[in-house]
């Protein structure tokens, strides 16, 4: 709504018009100056009246907003759980871990976020590419159910040899002589979509590094971006993967840097290790 449709209005809403009083000729000059302000007054008072009427719309949408977050807080947060904050929470990460995995996560908000970033780091590691650990991750991170599936599932597309071939890897999964295999996950962030005591689905963003760091490598470490949302549930004291899917994204647009040499990849692939992720 403009403001020429609030002055049609004016009437309507009870705000004054200007009028307009016409005296005798013979009423003094001053008298007449003094009736010919009135327009002036009346004006004030409607462009008044009109910002006040403006200041308290903003004063009851910010209230609006106040009453809609706290609602929200004080509500059950897992109907609509919304993007968790990017600040710290406080809570420490956990202590333990299964087979070289961060395990158990509390049973809350926060420790289904964690669990499903630490897992989108073992699913996207160097490690799922070798069969006894590829092994050791599903244990440690599906339910009993989902790993007797999926193991076999991910044993075929792990051992495939064209796969391999694809992404520089020789048919025992090991790169070529003189060059460092490169398959890392780094979270950026987490989004809570649903969560109740015993259930939780969460997309974990996050970019890859990937490829072959070698100076005669046609596969070249390359940087990618994902999103996998994770179904979990509350299985053995933890939080275990039911299943996941994977999109592409979001991306950012690339910097103008310079790309590092391969051996500078390599060096750096293992020389920093990874992280414990808590939300």
């Keep these: 709504m403009s403001y020429g449709d609030d002055y049609d209005d004016a009437s309507e809403r009870g705000i004054p018009s200007q009028t307009r009083t016409h005296y005798p000729d013979e009423e003094p000059a001053d008298r007449r100056r003094r009736g010919g302000a009135s327009p002036r007054r009346s004006l004030s008072t409607v462009v008044g009246v009109f910002l006040i009427l403006i200041a308290a719309i903003v004063f009851a949408n910010r209230a609006g907003d106040d009453d809609a977050s706290s609602g929200a807080a004080d509500g059950d947060s897992s109907r609509n759980p919304g993007p968790a904050p990017t600040a710290p929470s406080g809570e420490d990460p956990v202590g333990t871990a299964l087979n070289g995995i961060p395990s158990g996560f509390p049973q809350t908000q926060q420790g289904a976020e964690s669990a499903a970033a630490n897992y989108a780091v073992a699913l996207g590691g160097e490690g799922m590419f070798t069969t006894e650990t590829r092994q ?144």
């Design 136 to 279: 050791a991750i599903v244990d440690s991170i599906y339910t009993v159910e989902a790993a007797a599936g999926r193991g076999s599932e991910l044993e075929r597309i792990y051992t495939d040899a064209q796969f391999l071939e694809r992404v520089g890897l020789d048919e025992s999964a090991s790169a070529p002589s003189g060059m460092t295999f490169v398959a890392r996950v780094v979270p950026v962030g987490t989004n809570l979509i649903e969560y109740d005591e015993q259930s939780a689905t969460v997309s974990v963003w996050y970019t890859s590094l990937f490829g072959l760091a070698g100076e005669a490598s046609t596969n070249p470490v390359t940087e990618a971006w994902y999103t996998n949302t994770f179904q979990l549930v509350w299985e053995e004291d933890d939080w275990k993967v039911v299943d996941f899917d994977q999109t592409d994204g979001p991306v950012p647009v690339g910097r103008d840097q310079r790309a590092s040499t391969a051996e500078e990849m390599a060096e750096a692939s293992e020389q920093y290790g990874g992280f414990t992720y808590a939300r």
